[in-house]
C-alpha cells in the first residue's frame, strides 16, 4: 500500500467532569465521550525520501512539527523506524479550537494511517501507549464511539451507544484557550458537578430523556463568563426543540440532541440564516464505530 484515505471525526462531551489537579498540573476528569459523523479528511502517501510534507485547506493552521499530525507521523516514524517519507494533505470540516477534538482526531487518524501504510498490525492500546504527549483526547479518538473517560483521559471503558438522536453542532466566531479554561476553573464545595453516572445509566437503559435532563459539564460555567453567547446559542436551540443542549469540552462549541428530526432541520435551517452562526452549524448523527 502507497497510499491511503482515512476521516476523523468530531467528538462531543455528553458529560464532563473535573475531579481535581495532580501536582503535575493535569486534570483528572471523568467524561462521557461521543464521536459525531461531523469528520475531516486526510489523504496520507508514501513518497522518496525520509521527510514529513504537510498542507491544508486552511492557510492559518501550521504544516510543522507544530501541527499534531506532523508530531503524529514523526513520533510513529521515530518509534517503528520508518524512512520513508510521507506526505499527507488534511481537508478540514470539523472548527478548530472548538471543543470537537478536530486535532486529537486528527492525529489519532495519522497514527491509524501510518499503521495501514506500513503493515504494522499495532492495536490501540499500543498506538495509545506513546501519543498522550499530542493530548488527552487521542487515546479516546484512537477508539471512537461512545466511552468513559477517566483518569486525565487515558482510561477508557466503551459505553452502550446513545439513542437515536440527530446532533446539532455550532461553533460559535470566537476563540477559547483549553488552558486558559482548566486554569480558570476552581473546584470548591460549591462546585455544581455534572451526575455522569446518571448519564451512563441513562445509556444502559436507552432513554434518552434521563440523558438530556443529565447532560453536564463542569467547565461551561468558566467558558460562559468568557462568552455569555453560548448560553445563547443553548436557549435557541431548546427553543428549536432539542431535549437537551450542552457546551462541548471547554467550548466554544454547542451542541443540542434532537428526537425529532423535524425539529432539528428546523433549528439547523434557523442558524444557517444567521450571519454569525452559518459558516459553522452541523447537523449530524451520532457515529457509533
Known sequence: MNNITVRSYAK?????????????????????????????TLYFEKTPGAGIELSTNLPYLPTDEKNLVYKAIAIFKEKYGITDGIRCTVTKRIPVAAGLAGGSGNAAAALKAMDALFDTKLTPEVLASDVLKLGADVPYCLMGGTALAEGIGEVLTPLPAPPDAKVL????????????????????????????????????????????????????????????????????????????????????SVFGLFSDEEKAKGAYDLFKTMPEYADNTFLCDFNLN
Open 12 to 40: 462531543i462531551n455528553l458529560g464532563l467532569d473535573v475531579l481535581g489537579v495532580l501536582p503535575n498540573g493535569y486534570h483528572t476528569l471523568k467524561m462521557i465521550m461521543q464521536t459525531v459523523s461531523l469528520y475531516d
Open 169 to 252: 453542532i455550532l461553533k460559535p466566531k470566537v476563540s477559547v484557550s483549553t488552558k486558559e479554561v482548566y486554569t480558570s476553573l476552581h473546584l470548591d464545595e460549591t462546585t455544581i458537578h455534572p451526575d455522569i453516572d446518571a448519564c451512563i445509566d441513562a445509556l444502559k437503559t436507552g432513554s434518552l430523556k434521563k440523558l438530556c435532563d443529565n447532560l453536564g459539564n463542569v467547565l461551561e460555567d468558566v467558558t460562559v463568563k468568557l462568552h455569555p453567547c453560548i448560553l445563547d446559542i443553548k436557549s435557541k436551540m431548546l427553543d428549536s426543540g432539542a431535549d437537551g443542549a450542552l457546551m462541548s469540552g471547554s467550548g466554544p
